[in-house]
């Protein structure tokens, strides 16, 4: 570079002013008004933001303080469940309970649907969304039903938003909902740990640690993750009052949630109301530990596959044909 | 603050009142604030749409995600499209920093600065994007490691952070001390600054690998789970970047008066030339392994480049994207980028918006369409996913006018020093 260049890229500008040109100006003047502008574009930044001032009336002190689940201790856990109960009641003017039923030990569930069985219904698709307290401004539930034609396991070959009459001569149908992975790439990418697997096998969410990211969303499978657009809005009279604090309260807006096997009715020994619902007995819940139970009964007796098993997620979830 | 002389110390002077960092840090905020109307206009255009963006988060924080049109199967969108480009737009910077510092090209070393501040002020767009996108803002507390729950080293979301913030220091402290040392008329130490130089090239080709290994560590989505994602990445940056630091180089001539010297022009040139074609050559292999091997696998490229089923809200956005890429390269591969700057900024301009398109939608959208369970269901992003994204924009070009500013008072109030520029340290 030679000196000119240097002076060039330097010192272009001819006179100091046009980079400098507080210099040739009152200083105080230049200074107001830029204490104005300041001022001004700070008032209208509080302005433009102002929609942000509901936050601190829907998010209580405590609660944005919460710690992640696994670090409350009973009494905390107690008080929060009181502050959630305390809360619906006021906002729905409805009384629930708040559960959290721990793993029972040695338990693992597994689930299996019979495919033979399976009339594509949507029964249970609608339990879920009963007892899982879904929004009902969409038809939510955690589970999907597809339609796919026989002779293929193709899933580009289905179809879950039917609404002919079921079923269909040439059709067969495949209830999907979280295969509560034993590798489940969901909990695997959760970059704050709001999601994890519990002892017996039941993949779930702390909605009140969540961040909203929708990385799990993007990592499952098998499409089992919702996310809450908005606030779930659900009829007074239909709220289920019996609920789980890792399972069917109601959610909070900006959250994920997904299916949790009912853990609030199954760690209690009741089945999953989805299953209850089912009017052809496609559905087999139980647990794998205990040789005794169902599904293992139908693990030993049938032919059982697990969708997508070349991901090595290892769904804790089978699929059979009666032969 | 009250004479002018105040602004314009005599560095030499003992008594000068600048002799603290913080200090020269504010003196130079309130320099770079100063303007002729081009700028003020420049800037409040810029604060108008950065507040309209700053209105459409805060609806959407309020009513919930549902004012995008993300849904659960297209879960990420509009936002997450920018980041990603954005992350490569910062690396891009790095294409300065190699030639400056590891060939000692001097001219480089005078405008390296330049591309420094361009990923600083893109690393900041690439916060402000993940922080839009996430569902529950007031919580982003979780994600602080010792007081949140951080899931390291498992999730690729946490590397990103990690690596996201760690060049936005490394660039914070170079871009600071080189402009400090060079107002105070010192020369910098190269312990203080070199060793970050060097973490920072590898420091920029991890941002955009994470970035990758992000998406293509998800065996459920089939478009991303390709060992090329992240080479392409870097390609595409590589193009992206340079490209948009030739704009500057042109708009702060003209804006500024500052005349860029040709020797890191011609540099840039040159690099472009090699990575737009590397970057060409891997659109092709993929696009290649996807049609001629059919398959399942492929509904996501058909979708993209063809439309899948009737649904091809895509198709015309990929296919400019491919005409800009094989344009812009056909230019910077002919002579004329040196003859006319009009074409030079033209091609540049192409490549930069072919790559936002191919690394932002082309790249976010189609890993989601057809979803896991093959149901297809399209996405076109909200007016309020606009307004916040151009908000965003406008925000990260008005960190980087003033960090451009802040730059172009320093070497004007200590033009002499240019001679002896940090490259004149180098050990010949
Ligand atoms: S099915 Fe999806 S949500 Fe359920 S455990 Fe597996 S990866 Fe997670
Ligand atoms: S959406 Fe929630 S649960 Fe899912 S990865 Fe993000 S923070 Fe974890």
Not at chain 1, 19 to 46: C, E, H, M, S, V
Request: net charge negative; aromatic share 12%; hydrophobic share 45%.
């Amino acid at each position: 570079m030679t000196a000119d260049d240097n002076a060039d890229l330097h010192q272009s500008s001819p006179e100091p002013s046009r980079l400098l040109p507080i210099l040739n100006q009152p200083a105080t003047r230049r200074t107001a008004l830029k204490a104005a502008g300041a001022a001004l574009g700070l008032a209208a930044f509080g302005k433009a933001v102002s929609p942000l001032w509901s936050i601190p009336e829907n998010v209580s002190v405590d609660e944005f303080l919460q710690q992640h689940y696994k670090e409350l201790s009973d009494t905390d856990k107690q008080k929060v469940f009181a502050r959630l109960e305390s809360e619906t009641q006021q906002k729905l003017g409805v009384e629930i309970t708040i559960s959290d039923p721990p793993p029972i030990p040695g338990v693992r569930y597994g689930y299996a649907i019979n495919l033979s069985k399976c009339n594509g219904n949507g029964a249970c698709m609608e339990a879920c969304n009963k007892e899982n307290n879904h929004h009902r401004g969409v038809q939510q539930s955690y589970i999907r039903v597809l339609e796919l034609p026989k002779g293929t396991m193709d899933m580009e070959a289905g179809n879950t938003t039917y609404d002919h009459t079921v079923p269909q001569d040439d059709k067969y149908y495949m209830p999907v909902q979280c295969q509560q992975c034993d590798n489940p790439p969901c909990v695997t990418v959760c970059p704050v740990e709001a999601t994890w697997k519990e002892e017996d096998g039941i993949v779930v969410v702390d909605y009140n640690w969540c961040i909203g990211c929708r990385y799990c969303e993007a990592a499952c499978p098998y499409h089992a993750r919702r996310f809450n657009w908005e606030e779930p809005e659900i009829p007074s009279d239909e709220i289920n009052p019996d609920q789980g604090y890792l399972s069917n309260r109601v959610r909070p807006q900006g959250t994920m949630e997904k299916c949790h096997f009912c853990l609030h009715r199954t760690r209690e020994g009741r089945l999953p109301a989805c299953l209850e619902a089912c009017p052809t007995g496609a559905r087999v819940f139980g647990d794998l530990n205990d040789p005794e139970s169902n599904i293992n009964w139908v693990l030993q007796n049938k032919r059982v596959f697990v969708l997508k098993e070349e991901l090595g997620t290892q769904p804790s979830f089978f699929y059979f044909f009666d032969s | 603050m009250s004479t002018a002389s105040d602004h314009y110390p005599t560095l030499d002077d003992a008594a000068h009142p600048i002799r603290s960092y913080p200090k020269f840090l504010w003196w130079c905020l309130g320099q770079a604030t100063n303007g002729g109307l081009l700028f003020y206009l420049w800037m409040f255009v810029l604060t108008a749409i950065a507040l309209v963006g700053a209105n459409a988060w805060s609806v959407q924080v309020a009513e919930g995600m549902i004012v995008t049109n993300m849904t659960d199967h297209v879960s990420w969108g509009l936002y997450i499209a920018n980041f990603t480009f954005m992350v490569g737009v910062a690396a891009g910077g790095v294409m300065m920093v190699i030639p400056a510092y590891l060939y000692h090209d001097k001219k480089m070393h005078d405008v390296v600065v330049i591309g420094e501040m361009l990923a600083i002020a893109a690393i900041l767009m690439c916060l402000l994007f993940v922080l839009v996108d996430l569902g529950r803002p007031e919580r982003f507390w979780h994600l602080i490691p010792g007081i949140g729950r951080f899931n390291w080293p498992m999730s690729m979301l946490t590397w990103d952070v990690i690596v996201l913030n760690g060049y936005l220091l490394l660039n914070l402290h170079i871009c600071g001390y080189l402009l400090y040392m060079q107002f105070l008329g010192r020369r910098p130490n190269q312990a203080w600054y070199l060793p970050f130089v060097w973490v920072s090239i590898f420091w920029a080709i991890s941002i955009h690998t994470v970035t990758a290994f992000l998406y293509c560590g998800l065996g459920g989505r089939p478009f991303w789970n390709t060992a090329l994602l992240a080479p392409r990445f870097l390609a595409s940056a590589f193009v992206a970047g340079p490209a948009f630091i030739l704009i500057l180089f042109s708009c702060i001539h003209r804006a500024a008066g500052v005349k860029i010297d040709d020797g890191p022009k011609r540099l840039l040139i040159n690099i472009i030339r090699v990575t737009a074609l590397v970057n060409l050559l891997m659109v092709i292999s993929e696009v290649f392994t996807e049609f001629y091997t059919g398959g399942g696998h492929t509904a996501s490229a058909r979708y993209l480049f063809l439309g899948l089923h009737g649904h091809n809200a895509l198709v015309p956005w990929i296919w400019t994207a491919v005409a800009f890429d094989v344009l812009s390269t056909g230019l910077f591969l002919s002579p004329l980028v040196f003859r006319y700057s009009k074409v030079l900024i033209a091609a540049c301009a192409m490549a930069f918006v072919g790559a936002w398109i191919e690394k932002g939608m082309g790249l976010i959208v189609p890993g989601f369409i057809p979803s896991t369970l093959h149901e297809i269901v399209e996405y076109t992003p909200s007016l309020t996913e606009w307004k916040v994204s151009a908000g965003i924009w406008a925000v990260g070009l008005m960190t980087l006018t003033i960090l451009l500013k802040m730059w172009i008072t320093v070497f004007s109030t200590r033009p002499s020093l240019s001679h002896e520029s940090p490259a004149s340290d180098q050990p010949a």
